[in-house]
């Protein structure tokens, strides 16, 4: 079998850290083939699902039912977490036993109203997940803050969009991220800080850094280009927790890649349908909108605008996220023996995002019609074609695995299938930088 790499470019697949597949328990939104149709879509080869399903993912059984689920249906690879909160502490044996990639900590409250631990919960779960090696990912957000805020902004009658933002103002994060960072470094756990949204949160993550602590983050493309006008073009359809910014947080997000504070790109790809995004009281829309598609596109283009280098992008797409979950390097590169997951790119490719185009069960974002320029052409997952010319290849689902379960594979032999060697051979190295 034969196919056109001409002038593409191959990239590590993508690993979103961050996705919300919605099964079970809300499968109206998504579920796990769509989800995994649409990230194949956008060139990403593995992700990590979060547990605020119904039921939320907290003990072996629920975890082991989702196992079950993603294997039938996924097209990708695929990393399933597990919550920690105040009555969960003694789950952690048992789900690791069962598979995670990691645990999930709501500090905040966010879809799916998950309670959060109090502070005193929190050091107990870092002290019982620490000596399991496993990270936990945080939604950092202080809940004493933002209800407060939210309820004053009710009484005064507020429901638009804005209001939304003057609920948590980014303190609520900061003070989140502090806290979550000496609970760590206390305890040795190591912590990763989800969808940083603030130019403020980089001083607790960098100091914390700075001390020795094992914590990472991740920002999302929304935090990086979206803005307070958004809110007036897209209304609730840019609700999101922790909320879109003012501007001003745009160029320390973007300093924060570069300068490594800041470890990788995720997407929290959280689908909703319209009619639960375009509710008239901001209070009643769901938080989030799908992004595991559009984010290869969206920072590739920012490549093609000059901002940073190819390398660069994948090292926050594919590379670090690897190293990070111990993925490293069977995920996460391009080499002979690897798993040959891949993303060809056109990099040259201009064209529109379009919400209706979207693989993803939910098709409104605040993406649509944003003009971007790079398209992930095929995508092959662990040597196999997935997406061939921007078709699904037929056969595919259910290909996906569990993490967990491919590092238990052999390693690959040093060569690659008939498929991926064509690739290297098509591939036309001049039409590279
Ligand atoms: C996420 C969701 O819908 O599951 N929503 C969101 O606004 N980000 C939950 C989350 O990541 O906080
Ligand atoms: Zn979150
Ligand atoms: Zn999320």
């Not at 939320?56 to 919550?83: F, M, N, P, W």
């Not at 997940?129 to 950092?140: D, E, Q, W």
């Not at 407060?148 to 103002?169: E, I, K, M, N, W």
Request: hydrophobic letters at 40%; a negative charge; one cysteine or more.
């Amino acid at each position: 079998e034969t196919f056109d790499a001409t002038g593409l470019h191959i990239l590590p697949g993508a690993i979103d850290v961050h996705v919300h597949f919605r099964d079970p328990g809300y499968t109206h939104k998504e579920d796990f083939e769509s989800g995994t149709v649409s990230a194949a879509f956008g060139g990403v080869t593995t992700v990590f699902d979060m547990p605020n399903t119904i039921p939320t993912i907290a003990d072996a059984e629920s975890l082991k039912a989702k196992h079950v689920i993603a294997q039938s249906k996924a097209h990708v690879d695929y990393g399933l977490y597990a919550v920690i909160g105040d009555d969960t502490i003694d789950k952690v044996p048992e789900l690791v036993e069962a598979g995670i990639i990691g645990f999930k900590c709501y500090m905040g409250n966010t879809f799916g109203r998950i309670p959060s631990p109090s502070t005193g919960a929190m050091l107990e779960a870092f002290e019982v997940v620490a000596p399991t090696g496993k990270r936990i990912s945080l939604h950092a957000e202080t809940n004493s803050i933002m209800e407060r805020r939210q309820q004053r902004l009710t009484d005064a009658g507020r429901t638009d969009p804005l209001a939304h933002l003057a609920s948590r103002p980014a303190v609520v994060a900061v003070e989140a991220v502090a806290r979550a960072a000496i609970l760590a470094e206390w305890t040795g756990a190591r912590i990763h800080v989800l969808h940083i949204s603030s130019g403020a949160e980089l001083r607790p993550l960098a100091e914390a850094k700075a001390r020795g602590v094992d914590i990472t983050g991740e920002t999302c493309p929304h935090y990086l280009m979206l803005d307070e006008t958004d809110y007036l073009r897209c209304k609730g359809v840019v609700r999101v927790n922790p909320p879109v910014r003012e501007a001003t947080n745009h160029e320390p997000l973007w300093n924060g890649l570069l300068d490594g504070t800041i470890d990788m790109i995720a997407t929290d790809h959280a689908p909703h349908t319209p009619e639960e995004k375009t509710r008239a009281d901001i209070w009643a829309v769901d938080c989030g909108f799908p992004g595991v598609e559009s984010q290869m596109p969206l920072m590739l283009t920012e490549v093609a605008k000059g901002r940073y280098s190819v390398s660069d992008y994948v090292r926050w797409s594919a590379v670090n996220p690897a190293k990070v979950w111990g993925l490293y390097p069977r995920k996460g590169v391009i080499q002979a023996g690897s798993d040959a997951d891949f993303a060809f790119v056109d990099l040259g490719k201009t064209w529109t995002l379009k919400d209706e185009e979207l693989h993803s069960r939910s098709k409104i974002s605040p993406w649509d019609g944003r003009e971007v320029t790079g398209l992930p052409v095929h995508t092959m997952v662990r040597g196999r074609f997935v997406v061939k010319d921007r078709e699904l290849v037929a056969d595919t689902k259910g290909f996906g695995r569990s993490v967990h379960v491919i590092q238990e594979m052999p390693t690959p032999e040093p060569k690659h299938t008939d498929e991926t060697l064509a690739a290297v051979v098509a591939y036309r190295p001049e039409a590279a930088e």
